[in-house]
């Protein structure tokens, strides 16, 4: 079977799957009720206590109700996977599926909310407005640049995290994948100089989070559909307001002021990172040999890479990542944001940073203990890596003064393995019992 | 990057080239905001001449150049324009500003206004007032930033769908 027929395989399937289980997700109860004498404390009259506490102090709301481990998964759908605009109801079945990760991996009980919202604004409004009721919030399948501005806005005026993973949780594991990247070719991060090749929302993340981690802003090259991005490019007269993120690194990357295409940008550096089209010579194999010796090539494009591993390392990369599983090194946010937000919700965290980011990828980087050219980051059935992040990260949050809840790093680490088990053992249990059904048959 | 020191000097004959280049960025960026004022790269010689003859003339325009190292990295032209029916009777309009964008957020705009705002005490000038496109957020963003107000508006319609 080649490659479009098993994609095709797989989209019959999704269809018959999601028409037969109408939905990936449901609510459950979390209490005990034997008669309907339980309703008493559960509900009425005892619940109004309960109401009167929080009243009193709204942060009691994160330990009396389940608002500690809920997050909303929210998006207006303008940038559903490559599918594009396809609207709110569209974007369900990604964000079911997406808060079906979260609860597998993280223990997390997250809320898909697709918006039907016209702006930047509306949303930001909306989300304001939900957050009595979460923990947190993750962003989802945004257009840019309206992602940059919303999640901006939300960090900014939110007690809870919001984190847009698009762009951070791409950012999260490019640098761990980078982080060990250099271990294994012997490379030093404030000596690496690094092409990315794309200027969307998940490379100007990487860009600001690689800027965090100590690589030097000048040693950075970015390339746009325009070519290589430099101070005296004339759109970025424009860009200073329709792009402030992408502006302020054209003028501080690129120091020797380099012109030219994706080829000239790659000449002599160390790392590409391609966030581009998905197609195959984007990144031609001839580029790669320009490159400084064991050159590291990152082609995130999805589902058909920048340049074909194979291709990268005749012409002489040490190591290739790309975001596909059926190649080694896939560079996966679903490694990141489960512990993410099993740390900030462990640790009650008013919000999440690029420092906490830092730190987190470190986590998984470490995770891998012999790195190799194949093996740089772990990968998703790695099941201790999920509570090892979320205690750094809740850790870092309490370090940082954001965390209303304050314990150790093997507290957290304890709090975490044991939600995210549980959790794991509960889902296992029902599909034992049958109750989660098992898949129907199909005929294709 | 390394810190250049940036000098205010009065635009020369000798800067037209450069200072065309960077008038015609910001012509470019206007029609990027607004369709209205699309700049007009056929007429590049016409647009030489006129900026020259204002750098020329003393009398009516003033004109200065920021220069870091031996580039232009910012300009400003401004014109004499008289009030008969208001009093005081001149003001001073900038009609250009233009800041590199490698060299903004280093208050190179404040030099240069501080330069203008020297001159216009020497010749008793005491208004000042700054033309830009409506939807020029960058440069309404800076006039507010600065302490300007709106104090005129302007409208503007295409009367048919040609447009040229």
């Known amino acids: ?444 | 990057m390394k810190k250049e020191q940036i000098i205010v000097r009065t635009a020369e004959e000798k800067d037209i080239d450069e200072f065309i280049t960077l008038i015609m960025r910001m012509k470019r960026l206007n029609g990027e905001f607004d369709s209205m004022f699309k700049a007009n790269d056929d007429n590049i010689d016409a647009i030489r001449n006129y900026y020259l003859n204002c750098i020329k003339d003393k009398v009516n325009f003033i004109t200065f150049v920021a220069i870091s190292g031996n580039r232009i990295a910012g300009l400003v032209k401004s014109e004499i324009r008289n009030r008969v029916s208001y009093y005081p009777p001149q003001e001073l309009r900038i009609v250009d500003l233009y800041i590199m964008p490698e060299f903004r957020r280093k208050k190179i705009g404040n030099l240069l206004l501080n330069a203008i705002y020297e001159e216009m005490r020497k010749r008793k000038i005491s208004i000042i007032t700054a033309e830009f496109p409506s939807l020029n957020m960058i440069a309404l963003n800076f006039y507010k930033k600065i302490g300007y107000r709106e104090i005129t508006s302007v409208y503007g319609k295409f009367i048919d769908d040609n447009k040229e």
């Open chain 1, 1 to 444: 079977m080649d490659d479009n027929e098993r994609t095709s395989r797989f989209n019959r399937l999704a269809v018959e799957y999601s028409r037969f289980y109408k939905g990936k997700i449901r609510t459950f109860p979390n209490v005990p009720i034997t008669s309907i004498k339980d309703f008493s404390y559960w509900y009425t009259p005892g619940v109004a206590e309960v109401s009167r506490v929080i009243n009193k102090d709204p942060d009691e709301s994160f330990n009396l109700t389940g608002r500690w481990n809920s997050v909303g998964i929210v998006t207006d759908g303008t940038r559903v996977l490559g599918i594009g605009n396809v609207g709110p109801e569209a974007a369900m079945p990604v964000m079911e599926g997406k808060a079906m990760l979260f609860n597998l991996l993280g223990g997390v009980n997250a809320i898909p909310l697709p918006l039907r919202v016209s702006t930047g604004d509306e949303f930001i409004n909306v989300v304001k407005a939900l957050e009595p009721s979460f923990g947190g919030f993750n962003l989802e399948d945004i257009e840019s640049p309206k992602c940059f501005f919303v999640l901006r806005d939300l960090q900014q005026q939110l007690n809870v995290p919001a984190w847009h993973d698009d762009q951070l949780g791409t950012a999260c594991i490019i640098l761990a994948g980078l982080i060990n990247s250099m271990r294994i070719t012997g490379r030093r991060i404030e000596d690496s100089t690094v092409a990315l090749v794309g200027s969307g929302a998940a490379n100007i993340a990487a860009a600001n989070l690689m800027l965090e981690a100590g690589f030097k802003a000048g040693n950075i090259i970015m390339v746009d559909s325009h070519g290589i991005i430099h101070p005296e490019r004339e759109d970025l007269d424009k860009m200073m307001i329709s792009n402030p993120w992408k502006y302020d690194l054209a003028l501080k990357t690129n120091a020797e002021r380099r012109k030219g295409d994706i080829g000239d940008a790659m000449k002599g550096t160390d790392i590409v990172v391609s966030a581009s089209k998905s197609q195959p010579g984007v990144i031609k194999g001839e580029w790669v040999r320009l490159m400084n010796k064991d050159p590291v090539i990152f082609a995130l494009a999805n589902p058909l890479p920048e340049i074909w591993p194979e291709d990268a390392i005749e012409n002489g990369a040490a190591i290739v990542a790309t975001g596909r599983s059926d190649f080694p090194n896939q560079i996966n946010n679903s490694l990141v944001f489960p512990g993410i937000f099993r740390g900030v919700l462990d640790a009650r965290s008013k919000g999440v940073n690029f420092g906490i980011m830092v730190k987190a990828s470190y986590e998984i980087a470490n995770f891998v203990s012999s790195p190799e050219p194949a093996k740089i980051v772990p990968s998703m059935d790695d099941w201790e890596l999920y509570p090892q992040v979320a205690s750094a990260v809740a850790r870092a949050t309490v370090d940082q003064g954001l965390a209303r809840k304050i314990d150790s790093r093997e507290g957290f680490l304890k709090t975490a393995r044991e939600i995210i088990t549980t959790n794991r053992e509960a889902i296992e249990k029902n599909m034992n019992l049958g109750l989660i059904r098992r898949l129907p048959e199909v005929n294709l």
